[in-house]
């Protein structure tokens, strides 16, 4: 395995699928990639799909019905096959044309959507599986480099106006509403690009984890350039 610069002891390479899952998370280590180098053309099976949503969700059966040139169908065939290695591990991989997410602003201090650098959670052990094929890459946001956004003092004290409750009750409010997941950059802070085609398995906060979440966001798009996104 190999260390990504810049990313310290916490982001690991491997070189196959089987050690992309069974790499156990340790220390500081939070992050594994598969790095790799794909063929096929992404672009075309992209421009194939009638997006009439921000986000369309497409299946294997959907992927089977384009028509296709040749470097288009080398394209599907890792797609399928990406399926294929997720749903053997038991992962319910979900492949989107992403024009772009929803925006949160219920709360403008503090925006909770998936462009705000944010950690998942989950109630049972599992990890996130990401692959960026064709668009803008994801970033990950170094561990040491992130601040919970709710211990930043100036927003604290926006969230403590907005509950408006027992002190007893805010942690949990934080909690309901999503806020103690969100992180904020350190001014020096060198977020890390995830790339296209490397495929990701990223630490989940959750009961028995042993390491801390990978802190990670989506990026913002490029007009007229959907991204192609492989997560579970």
């Not at 797609?79 to 709360?107: M, T, W």
Request: glycine letters at 6%; aromatic letters at 10%; charged letters at 20%.
């Amino acid at each position: 395995m190999e260390n990504i610069p810049g990313a310290g002891d916490q982001i690991r390479c491997v070189s196959n699928f089987e050690a992309l899952v069974s790499t156990p998370f340790v220390g500081a280590m939070n992050a594994l990639c598969w790095s790799r180098t794909l063929s096929g053309d992404f672009e075309e099976i992209v421009n194939k799909v009638d997006l009439n949503e921000n986000i369309t969700v497409l299946d294997e059966e959907d992927l089977l019905a384009l028509s296709l040139s040749e470097e288009g169908k080398l394209a599907r065939e890792i797609l399928l096959q990406d399926f294929k290695l997720l749903k053997a591990h038991g992962a319910s991989p979900v492949l989107n044309v992403i024009r772009c997410y929803e925006r949160d602003d219920a709360y403008p201090f503090f925006p909770t959507d998936v462009y705000s650098f944010h950690v998942d959670r989950s109630p049972v052990a599992t990890d996130t599986f990401l692959c960026t094929y064709y668009g803008e890459p994801s970033e990950i946001l170094p561990n040491a480099q992130a601040t919970q956004k709710v211990l930043v003092p100036a927003i604290r004290d926006e969230l403590i106006k907005l509950y408006g409750g027992p002190t007893a009750g805010f942690e949990a409010f934080l909690s309901e509403h999503f806020f103690d997941l969100h992180y904020q950059a350190t001014a020096a802070a060198m977020p890390v690009n995830l790339g296209l085609g490397n495929m990701w398995r990223l630490a989940v906060d959750h009961p028995v984890s042993q390491v801390l979440p990978c802190v990670h966001r989506a990026p913002r798009e490029k007009a007229g350039q959907p991204r192609l996104l492989m997560i579970c």
